[in-house]
Each structure stands twice: as C-alpha cells, then as structure tokens.
C-alpha cells in the first residue's frame, strides 16, 4: 500500500504523466460531463423555479396586502370624515378579502406540513377578524376595532412573508408590521 502511494506521489510531482493516467482523467471527465453536471443543473433549475414561484407569491400577496390596508385606511378616514359608512366599499372589501382567503389556500399548500402552516392559520383568521370588524362599523366608535383587526392582520401576513422567505433560502429577522 506505502509502495502505491509512494508510486503515485512521485506521478503527481513530476512532468511526465503516464498514458494511464491520462486515459483515467479522459474517463473522469466524461462520466462527470455525462452523470455529474447534469444532476447539478438539474438541481439548480428546480432551486430558481422554487424560488421564481416563491418570489412571486410574496410579490402577489405584498401587493393584494398594501391594497386592502390602503383601501380598509381610506374607508376610516370617509367615515371619520363622514360620519356615515358607504357600504358598497365595504362589500367590495369583503370581496376582496375573500380573494385572499383563496390565496391563503394557496399558501397552506405551499406550507402543507411545515411550520408555516401556523402562520398561514393565523393569517387566514386575522383575514376573518378584518372581515367581521369592517361588517359591524356603522360609525366612528366603531373604527378602533377594525384598527386593531387591521394590526393583527399586518402582523400575520408578516409572519407569512417570513415563512415564504424563509422557503427561498431569505432571511428576515428584525421586521416589524407597520402601523397602517
């Protein structure tokens, strides 16, 4: 065995590489074009469509989340304004809340059997409380409820976008929820 490696340090270290040598870096080469790199890309191609796809539903549900927390803003500041709660907006908020309910179906399948599955929970049910605080405003004492249900939800959805990240390979630690 010491004669081997002995044999081998001495083909290594010098400028002549015998015909063997060659032939088995010809094969190495070869199997590692044929078997080696193609199971790489392959991984790698399944790693950018994960993350394209992840990518993409944080950009959808950041963008459906800034709509809802802007629109549910603007509904307080009329009522506020108003005094009086125009009910055709908050129909059109209740469907667009149950849009996102959808989506957070979507998520639940993203997360089906990790830990974000907790965060998906609590967002679908701060998504419920948003809906019920923005179906009982009937006037300005009623906003404080709907503004703590909006919180909760901004904090959820946090915790969602985390847990998406977190499936991309991103981390977010020290982000807290604005205050709409």
């Given amino acids: 065995m010491r004669r081997l490696l002995r044999y081998l340090a001495d083909v290594c270290m010098h400028d002549k590489l015998p015909v063997w040598a060659t032939i088995l870096g010809i094969i190495l080469g070869a199997l590692g074009t044929y078997f080696i790199v193609p199971a790489i890309n392959e991984g790698l191609e399944r790693q950018k469509i994960r993350t394209d796809f992840i990518i993409k539903n944080l950009d959808d549900l950041n963008l459906r989340t800034r709509g809802l927390v802007s629109d549910i803003s603007d509904l307080h500041f009329n009522v506020l304004r108003t005094g009086a709660v125009d009910s055709g907006v908050v129909q059109k908020l209740s469907a667009r809340i149950a849009e996102m309910q959808w989506k957070a179906i979507e998520l639940a399948v993203i997360f089906e059997g990790t830990s974000g599955m907790s965060a998906v929970n609590r967002y679908q049910s701060s998504l419920d409380d948003v ?5 009982e405003i009937k006037g300005k004492g009623d906003l404080a409820k709907s503004q703590a249900a909006i919180e909760r939800f901004s904090e959820s959805t946090l915790a969602v976008i985390k847990e ?3 499936l991309a390979g ?11």
Wanted: proline letters at 11%.
């Fill in 170 to 180: 991103l981390r977010i630690n020290s982000v807290r929820a604005p205050r709409p």
């Fill in 164 to 166: 998406l990240a977190g």
């Fill in 131 to 135: 809906r019920d605080a923005l179906l």
